[in-house]
């Protein structure tokens, strides 16, 4: 075999040394936030909303984010130690949930995300922090579509990929054309322009479409699910999830939780319920 060359020698000692010398600054790069999971002491922290739900959350054509999910995580966040300027929001799209929970790219979510057992299995929840069911939203001339059972009259239904409301019309309603998107306002934009005809999740985010489009669309039949809105956040950080279930209940008694449920969801025409109890 032959010996190694003085040259190739220098050349892997050299590299060596550059590696030694990049190292650190790779290390101070990745150091100037606490930006991944945990959360606490760290200079900001990163929360999971929706991007595109109007009422609920929604990041604006500013920049800026608004919405119902977004105030209780602000909320939530002041409570565990950040302030709304510490707040990095991370688009966390219905089926991403999980694995952006799991992966610890984000700390915890708020968007409007139904505590399920299927899904207990994988993250844990606070909450619920909001109760709300599964409707139908059609366009405002539309007088076929009454209820999910009028929808197996071969119409077209768009739904959001892994999520409950997909997952109820796949199961008890197997003779819906059912069309999944990514997401909500893709199915809006669809149903506007005759693609589909009808959209169906939580009543809640489509009375935020509805209120966006005054006269556009209508919501039809009575709600057939019960969706229960929790912050999904690590399975094992029992910690977190008493501490959160705190600053829900801190925001609840304290008037704040009713202000901004007024504040987001009161122009799509909604009215305030009482807070749900929280889960043990
Ligand atoms: N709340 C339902 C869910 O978590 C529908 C809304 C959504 O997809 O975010 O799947």
Sequence with gaps: MAPISQKSLSKRVLGAAALAIALPFAAVACGGGDSGGGGGDGD??????????????MQNPDGTMS????????????????????????????AQRENLIQ?????????????????KEKVAFAGPYLITGQSLLVNADNTDITGAASLENNKILCSVSGSTPAQKIKDEYAGVQLQQYDTYSACIEALRNGAVDAVTTDEVILAGYAAQS???????????????YGIGLKLDD??????????????????AWKEAFD????PAGITAPAPPPLDN
């Design 214 to 228: 005054p006269g556009d669309f209508k919501i039809v039949g009575e709600p057939f699910s019960e969706e229960r």
């Design 67 to 94: 919405g119902f999910d977004v105030d209780v995580a602000t909320y939530v966040a002041g409570e565990l130690g950040y302030t709304p300027e510490q707040i990095e929001w991370k688009e966390a799209p219905s």
């Design 263 to 266: 504040k987001n969801l009161g």
């Design 238 to 255: 029992a910690e977190m999830r008493t501490q959160i279930n705190d600053a829900l209940t801190k925001m609840e008694e304290s008037g």
């Design 103 to 119: 992966n610890g790219q984000v700390s915890f979510i708020a968007a409007t995300y139904s505590i399920t057992d299927a899904r």
């Design 44 to 57: 900001s922290i990163v929360i999971g909303t929706k991007f595109d739900q109007p009422g609920l959350g």
